[in-house]
């Protein structure tokens, strides 16, 4: 078949589940716009899909619904795929909540198209520069340390540096699902983050995630330090380099006073620690940060 009457969203992915802390996702590369609003697809305790090449997106919801109906991710790709007239240009990968993983690739998918399922992930692309790049994502999240989506991140980066997609790079996003995950245990929507146009989206995405994870992730125990000594020396530096204190010396109630200004106008709300003390990795930010 050498045409098609939709775009094709040309993709590797990555459907995860962690054991430990039942969170799910998915994280997606892709030459074509906005990837993150077609191919990921989430729901706590239920599942994770990712639908691509020509991405049909009812198999997003339709996946999760026969997940939480009971259907094992095989049976939820045969039903979806079977009375499909397009299934062989579909791509598809899901991942359940107990781990078990399937992936589905149509006959008719640009090559190089192929996917991998292991324990608690499948790995699936189209129009990729070489099957490496699927190898690469299943080996390196199978070895990969750190939360899902450390892992998930990390296996989207060793696709790409195996080759990735033929046509190049465009977009990029990281979806995680955790039960009361979400801004304030309102929702389930632990991460969800998108790059929809940039020349480096992976690259771009992880920044984001990083500051994702500071902005609400919680302080590590290892980074609260006292504001003393060499630490108050250069949050007094900072302070009075981002414009929140004269350059003339202050004393400390004032210098409080600024840092609160400083950490609620940065959204640090969570990251505001007892009177004296503060996270290194906010002044770590206040280091990096640009005027």
Known sequence: MNRVSN??????????????TGELGVAVQSKFLGSGSVVPWAKADVGAVATQSLANPSYGPEGLQLLEEGYTPEEVVRKLTE???ERELRQVGIVDAKGEAATFTGENCYEWAGGQTGPHYAVQGNILVSEETVKEMATTFE???????????Q???AGQMAGGDKRGKQSAALLVVK?????GGFNDRF????VDEHDEPIHELVRIYHLQQLYFGATKEENVVSI???????LLKQLKRLGYL????????????AFTSFLHRENFEERALEHGKLDLEVLEFMKQKQL
Do not use: C, W
Not at 7 to 20: K, L, N
Not at 179 to 183: A, E, L, S
Not at 228 to 234: D, M, P, R, W
């Open 143 to 153: 070895k990969a340390d750190g939360s899902l989506a450390d892992r998930l991140l």
């Open 179 to 183: 039960k009361n995950g979400g801004y």
């Open 83 to 85: 009375d499909d007239s």
């Open 246 to 257: 004269p350059t003339v010396y202050v004393v400390d109630s004032i210098m409080y006073k």
């Open 228 to 234: 003393e000594g060499e630490v108050k020396e250069e």
């Open 7 to 20: 775009p094709i969203v040309a993709t590797f992915s990555i459907v995860g589940h962690d054991p430990e």
């Open 191 to 194: 991460i969800d983050l998108r």
């Open 155 to 157: 296996s989207l980066q």
